[in-house]
């Protein structure tokens, strides 16, 4: 971590506080906010320990040793802004110039993730349910068709769409499914994709489209689905390398990422949504990996967690939660890790409270929660009504 600047008197070098740190985002919670902070520019000395952030008004205050901090004990409607001091030794320098302002409020309630997917072992469509506000799982008969190796992408507060699947029978399609949230219903659509395929990364863009990465039969293709219209394009951007399996988060309004993949890769390409350009980004994940948990917390971080390797190192399967940091496109593994190594669930979020880990491979009717203030990592005791895997997640968000 960065150090406090030091001085010379009579020979002895003395410690003095380190210069302000660097407020970056600002989120607000349920009478709370979480500040993203960064270490200010400094020469040697001792190191820093702590972050401290102040509201104004109020002086309510809480202490980090690394960033974010979590300010706690916030009125829900009044307008706050922060400042943050580091602290090393000789006690806390400068605070920082204030944050923006933030509004804590009480979530909106309700929202649901979904589980679309089939039965390990059959070729039994089910769907199922978890409620955000009671964190209880339950079954919702006759909605899809038997499909796997599919991925879906959000309208939030609208529908769910799945893009490109393989079915039982006949195999790869190219349908595109869409599950609408208010009568919890599933259909297909007229729109097509340019072909039959599976195994593609999807995200989606709220109110504006949902976005197609890569695929079998599909190569470095992106196809976009616009949510107004439903009608499906093939778009001039591409992407760097023909991966499948590859896991999609979103940052809606903002970007789009595709991360790891079926080469057992590591690389975490952007596609920004203003422009509809592709890019590869400098951040990597913390392990060559496919077949990924994922879920975004929308604003601020998305994570992927578990996943597998390649075949030609024994198909290895991992516990490691990698975490994207939105404001500065950096990752890394977080302290926690998944109960035990699994691959081919799904991920689904509630923004600005978890992220659920559902089914799975090896433990097919398991969810976990992952909570995104402390980053800790639960399993939930309800259960899904089957063991399900290699399926969509579906998240109607009523906070995004």
């Known amino acids: 971590m960065a150090s406090g600047r030091v001085s010379k008197v009579k020979g002895k070098v003395l410690d003095i506080p380190a210069n302000a740190p660097t407020i970056g985002t600002v989120t607000g919670g349920n009478a709370k906010a979480t500040i993203t902070v960064t270490a200010g520019s400094t020469s040697t000395g001792g190191p820093i320990f702590t972050f401290t952030a102040v509201s104004n008004p109020g002086s309510i205050s809480a ?7 979590v300010v706690t004990g916030l009125t829900n409607g009044t307008s706050y802004t922060f400042t943050v001091a580091a602290g090393n030794t000789t006690g806390n320098g400068p605070f920082s110039s204030a944050s923006s302002s933030v509004t804590p409020a009480v979530p909106p309630t309700g929202g649901n993730g979904y589980d679309l997917n089939y039965e390990s072992g059959s070729a039994v469509a089910y769907t199922d349910r978890i409620a955000y506000s009671t964190e209880t799982i339950s079954n919702i008969p006759g909605v899809t068709t038997a499909i796997i190796l599919t991925y879906g992408a959000n309208n939030s507060g609208t529908a769910g769409y799945l893009l490109g699947a393989y079915s039982h029978p006949p195999g790869a399609t190219n349908s595109i499914g869409k599950f609408t949230f208010s009568s919890e219903t599933g259909s297909t659509l007229s729109a097509t994709l340019s072909g039959n395929g599976y195994y593609a990364s999807a995200v989606g863009n709220k109110g ?13 293709a992106i196809q976009r689905l616009d949510f107004s219209t439903e009608a499906r394009t093939t778009i001039s951007a591409t992407l760097a390398a023909n991966n499948t399996q590859s896991a999609g988060l979103s940052n809606s309004g903002t970007a789009g990422y595709k991360l790891g993949g079926s080469n057992t890769v590591n690389t975490i390409e952007k596609f920004t949504y203003s422009g509809e350009t592709m890019a590869t980004a400098s951040a990597t994940l913390s392990i060559n990996v496919a077949a990924q948990y994922a ?4 604003g601020t971080a998305g994570y992927t967690a578990g996943g597998q390797g390649s075949l030609t190192t024994g198909n290895p399967q991992y516990t490691t939660i990698n975490k994207l940091v939105y404001s500065n496109d950096t990752c890394s593994a977080i302290s926690a890790t998944m109960q035990s190594a699994d691959t081919l669930g799904v991920g689904v979020s509630n923004t600005n409270t978890a992220g659920y880990m559902l089914g799975g491979i090896n433990n097919t009717t398991r969810a976990s929660k992952l909570d995104y203030d402390t980053e800790t990592r639960t399993t939930l005791s309800a259960t899904l009504s089957r063991g399900l895997w290699y399926g969509a997640g579906l998240s109607n968000e009523t906070a995004v």
Request: proline share 4%.
């Open 63 to 69: 202490t980090s040793a690394s960033s974010p901090v």
């Open 295 to 298: 879920f975004s917390n929308n």
């Open 208 to 220: 504006s489209a949902a976005y197609m990465f890569g695929g079998v039969n599909f190569g470095t």
